[in-house]
């Protein structure tokens, strides 16, 4: 997304008197990064916080041990279950979560191959929940996640708030 859409987007959610929150582990900060750069996003953004590592999942947003276990740090579940726990700590209007495999060495299977990512959104009692595969190195498929969340968040907008 470029500069004048991500500003259109922050002028929009704005406009509606929305906040949003991210809670980011295979974009490690990059959302929120990203998101800034937008006039007005100061108004808008109530934080963003990087939850590496599973302990710290469990730690700051209450990913419980079991879902880490049973569907591994980079699942559907575990982005559900970050995405609630970001919601109770930070109460933004719109709640975003994110996981995936950005490189080798996660929990990469023929099934859910490098590229895979989860995104959890959370807003006005409904939860919607995504997951792609995008090609590229690191670097490449951490860009292309921020800029789908932001396109699903554009979408989300125009078919939830347009009233």
């Known amino acids: ?13 704005k406009d509606k008197g929305l906040t949003v ?13 990203e998101f800034v750069k937008a006039k007005g996003s100061s108004e808008v953004l ?18 419980k041990s079991k879902t880490l276990e049973l569907y591994t740090p980079e699942s559907q579940q575990v982005t559900n279950e970050m995405v609630m726990g970001l919601k109770k700590q ?27 990512m989860f995104v959890s959104f959370l807003y006005d009692g409904k939860a919607e929940e995504f997951r792609e595969v995008f090609k590229g190195n690191t670097e490449s498929v951490r860009k292309q996640l921020v800029d789908y969340v932001f396109i699903k ?10 009233r």
């Open 90 to 116: 930070m109460g933004a209007d719109i709640s975003i979560a994110t996981t995936g495999l950005a490189g080798e060495g996660g929990s990469e299977t023929p099934e859910k191959p490098v590229g895979t």
């Open 1 to 13: 997304m470029n500069q004048t859409e991500l500003t259109s987007l922050v002028m929009d959610l």
């Open 21 to 33: 929150a991210f809670a980011e582990s295979c974009t490690a900060g990059l959302l929120a990064s």
């Open 46 to 63: 109530k934080g963003s916080v990087v939850v590496y590592q599973p302990e710290v999942k469990k730690k700051l947003l209450g990913v």
């Open 153 to 162: 968040l554009q979408g989300i907008l125009k078919e939830h708030y347009n």
